[in-house]
């Protein structure tokens, strides 16, 4: 097992991409992307990457349907903070007006 050590607070990290270009679906998607809190600490560290869809309803209320947030990053940092999951990066995937094509 290797150790990484983490010097920055436990806080993650979401920052909003815009025009994520798709060249299959002819498109670009708004993408959300989930940092753990040690994710800028130490460069040779890997992450599994996690792909949602409904990018625009995981972390933050007030970009979310009808106000409500599934508040992803809440539950993968109390899980990695006891030990029961590693840290992931969070990739939401918005949809557009076009989502059921």
């Known amino acids: 097992m290797t150790i990484y050590p983490s010097f920055k607070p436990a806080a993650n990290k979401i920052v ?3 025009n994520v270009i798709s060249k299959i ?14 994710f800028f600490d130490n460069t040779f560290k890997k992450y599994e ?9 995981l972390f933050d209320p007030s970009q979310a349907a ?3 947030a599934w508040l992803v990053q809440n539950t ?8 029961t999951m590693r840290e992931i990066v969070v ?3 918005w949809n557009t ?5």
């Open 49 to 57: 990457v996690l792909l949602l869809h409904d990018g625009q309803n």
């Open 97 to 101: 007006a076009d989502r059921m094509n």
């Open 25 to 38: 679906l002819g498109n670009s998607r708004k993408c959300s992307i989930y940092y753990p809190p040690s």
């Open 66 to 68: 009808f106000g409500t």
């Open 76 to 83: 993968i940092n109390e899980q990695a903070s006891q030990g």
């Open 91 to 93: 990739v939401g995937i």
């Open 16 to 18: 909003d991409k815009a």
